[in-house]
């Protein structure tokens, strides 16, 4: 390498670092190699196309301002575009883009058309209309581990998690996977393990992205040809956070993308988070190999709370609200909504707003009103505690009798019709059905599923249980 061009580029270096933001530099300035100087031209390589229009896109002036210092008005700057031989294209190829005015650069004759103004491409996570300057997390400082209460329902993922943001891709936690029902914090932990280490190692690129949103990122990166800058983009995170991976279930390709992004961050130590509403031996249409790597650090469960937790959550909620309320009413709350923490937080704030808008006391019949209206109109997210009722009060026996030992046919039915409709109506995993249905493990559930399948098409009685707690739950 010319040593020119090295002395060049480290002058220019040294101004680009003091002028922006360290986490910048050391993401898009730090990866480029100065290749070599002629004819008054400054020739850097960088890893890819997609690297080559974000420089292009958000640090055009500062490259200028740092080039003509060195080298006067005349000072030209060549991209010398090299890909990734793992994926891409071996053979570089070179832009020259001259640095000395934007019209300039948008007029020059070169292979790759500079006139696409749409930013989905150049960054993924940038909203149209706005320029961003370095890759945004996409946290939600609100969601933190303070406001993440502890309970037996979650305590080793929210263990895992802390470590997890102590240690980003130091422990044996990686991946993380975080799986449960709707509504239990999934989401919340991942956003805090993300904030934590964010707050602790400002230098490292934290990403959180919902699997939805990474698949559709992947699809366009395709249809534009742009496959390989997709997955450099994500090979430069430290931390990655997919929210809702299940969503990746029969969708090859991007499961297929993702393996590899996942494997290179691995293998260079970076952390990897994901959160699930299943456990990996649940997950269908998943392929195997990815299965195999979500088992590599730990899976944790987050279950529904009990109702000391419960009360927990409530008086922390009043308490960062600066709301005072009877304890009667925290825990008639707190006994009633059982499903899952978003409901419980959605009846206090219901409860709060009734209150103060219609100047009402806030008592014990108001608390039951605002919860009976809340359950009635949430029940489409039917919990396991309502499907077990509603079994047990159409077959005439208590919730108890349903979830017992006892052996005798009708409640062995009974208990089955639960754990078949506690998976269709739920996105509780099979181990927390069983669990929740008498302690039973995951394979009596899969067993139970199957005895109702089969049962239903030989057994026109039974066809008929089905079809009326269809009715039932689906009210």
Same mark, same amino acid.
């Given at each position: 390498?010319?040593v020119?061009?090295?002395?060049?580029?480290?002058?220019?270096?040294?101004?680009?670092?003091?002028?922006?933001?360290?986490?910048?530099?050391?993401?898009?300035?730090?990866?480029?190699?100065?290749?070599?100087?002629?004819d008054?031209a400054?020739?850097?390589?960088v890893?890819?196309?997609?690297?080559?229009?974000?420089?292009?896109e958000?640090?055009v002036?500062?490259l200028?301002?740092?080039?003509?210092? %060195?080298?006067?008005?005349?000072?030209?700057?060549?991209?010398?575009?090299k890909?990734?031989?793992?994926?891409? /294209?071996? %053979?570089?190829?070179?832009?020259?883009?001259?640095?000395?005015?934007?019209?300039?650069?948008?007029?020059?004759?070169?292979?790759?058309?500079l +006139?696409?103004?749409?930013?989905?491409?150049?960054?993924?996570?940038?909203?149209?209309?706005?320029?961003n300057? &370095?890759?945004?997390?996409?946290?939600?400082?609100?969601?933190s581990? $303070?406001?993440?209460?502890e309970?037996?329902? +979650?305590?080793?993922?929210?263990?895992?998690?802390?470590?997890?943001?102590?240690?980003?891709g130091?422990?044996s936690f990686?991946?993380l996977?975080?799986?449960?029902?709707?509504g239990?914090?999934?989401t919340?932990?991942? #956003?805090? *393990?993300?904030?934590?280490?964010?707050?602790?190692y400002? $230098?490292?690129?934290?990403?959180?992205?919902s699997?939805?949103?990474?698949?559709?990122?992947?699809?366009?990166? !395709?249809?534009?040809?742009?496959?390989?800058?997709?997955?450099?983009?994500?090979?430069?995170? @430290?931390?990655?956070?997919?929210?809702d991976?299940?969503?990746?279930?029969? &969708?090859?390709?991007?499961?297929?993308?993702?393996?590899?992004?996942?494997?290179?961050?691995?293998? +260079?130590?970076? %952390?990897?988070?994901?959160?699930?509403?299943?456990a990996?031996? @649940?997950?269908?249409?998943?392929?195997?190999?990815?299965?195999?790597?979500f088992?590599?650090?730990?899976?944790?469960?987050?279950?529904?709370? @009990?109702?000391?937790?419960?009360?927990s959550?409530?008086?922390?909620?009043?308490?960062?609200d600066? !709301?005072?309320?009877?304890?009667?009413?925290?825990?008639?709350?707190?006994? #009633?909504?059982?499903?899952?923490v978003?409901?419980?937080?959605?009846?206090?704030?219901?409860? *709060?707003?009734q209150?103060?808008? /219609?100047?009402?006391?806030?008592?014990?019949?108001l608390?039951?009103?605002?919860v009976?209206?809340?359950?009635? /109109?949430?029940?489409?997210? !039917?919990?396991?505690?309502? *499907?077990?009722?509603v079994?047990?009060?159409?077959?005439?026996?208590d919730?108890?009798?349903?979830?017992?030992k006892?052996?005798?046919? #009708?409640?062995?039915?009974?208990?089955?019709?639960?754990m078949?409709?506690?998976? &269709?109506y739920?996105?509780?995993?099979?181990?927390?059905?069983?669990?929740?249905?008498?302690?039973?493990?995951?394979?009596? !559930?899969?067993?139970?599923?199957?005895t109702?399948d089969?049962?239903?098409?030989?057994?026109? %009685?039974?066809?008929?249980?089905v079809e @009326?707690?269809?009715?039932?739950?689906?009210?």
């Amino acid at each position: 390498m010319d040593v020119t061009a090295q002395s060049v580029w480290t002058n220019c270096l040294s101004f680009i670092k003091d002028n922006i933001q360290p986490q910048a530099y050391k993401t898009w300035f730090e990866p480029i190699v100065a290749v070599k100087l002629s004819d008054n031209a400054l020739s850097i390589q960088v890893p890819s196309k997609f690297f080559y229009e974000w420089l292009e896109e958000h640090y055009v002036k500062i490259l200028k301002v740092a080039l003509t210092k %060195q080298l006067g008005e005349t000072a030209k700057l060549v991209y010398v575009i090299k890909m990734e031989n793992t994926y891409g /294209n071996k %053979q570089p190829f070179t832009e020259k883009i001259p640095s000395s005015n934007r019209s300039a650069l948008k007029s020059q004759d070169v292979d790759v058309p500079l +006139n696409n103004k749409n930013p989905e491409l150049k960054n993924p996570f940038v909203i149209p209309g706005i320029r961003n300057v &370095k890759i945004e997390s996409q946290l939600n400082p609100n969601y933190s581990f $303070e406001n993440f209460l502890e309970g037996d329902s +979650n305590r080793l993922a929210r263990n895992a998690g802390l470590a997890v943001a102590n240690k980003p891709g130091g422990t044996s936690f990686n991946p993380l996977l975080i799986f449960g029902g709707v509504g239990l914090g999934k989401t919340h932990l991942a #956003h805090a *393990i993300g904030v934590d280490i964010k707050d602790k190692y400002p $230098e490292k690129t934290v990403l959180y992205i919902s699997a939805e949103k990474f698949t559709q990122q992947y699809i366009d990166s !395709v249809k534009k040809n742009n496959r390989n800058d997709f997955i450099h983009f994500y090979q430069i995170i @430290d931390v990655l956070i997919i929210d809702d991976v299940q969503f990746l279930s029969g &969708k090859s390709g991007t499961q297929d993308v993702f393996f590899h992004i996942f494997n290179h961050l691995h293998q +260079n130590g970076k %952390q990897v988070i994901l959160t699930s509403d299943k456990a990996p031996v @649940d997950m269908q249409d998943i392929e195997q190999r990815l299965l195999s790597r979500f088992k590599w650090g730990l899976s944790a469960e987050l279950q529904s709370p @009990d109702f000391e937790t419960r009360v927990s959550i409530l008086k922390n909620k009043l308490y960062r609200d600066g !709301v005072e309320m009877p304890d009667e009413i925290i825990e008639y709350v707190a006994k #009633h909504i059982k499903t899952n923490v978003r409901e419980l937080e959605g009846a206090i704030i219901s409860l *709060i707003a009734q209150s103060s808008f /219609n100047k009402k006391e806030i008592t014990v019949n108001l608390a039951k009103e605002i919860v009976e209206k809340f359950v009635k /109109n949430t029940k489409r997210e !039917v919990s396991i505690d309502y *499907i077990q009722k509603v079994v047990s009060d159409y077959f005439q026996m208590d919730v108890s009798t349903l979830q017992s030992k006892t052996r005798k046919r #009708h409640i062995v039915q009974a208990r089955q019709l639960a754990m078949f409709f506690a998976k &269709k109506y739920t996105k509780a995993s099979l181990a927390s059905i069983g669990s929740q249905i008498g302690k039973r493990d995951h394979a009596t !559930v899969l067993h139970a599923c199957k005895t109702v399948d089969n049962l239903s098409s030989t057994d026109k %009685q039974f066809r008929k249980y089905v079809e @009326d707690l269809s009715k039932k739950l689906s009210l």
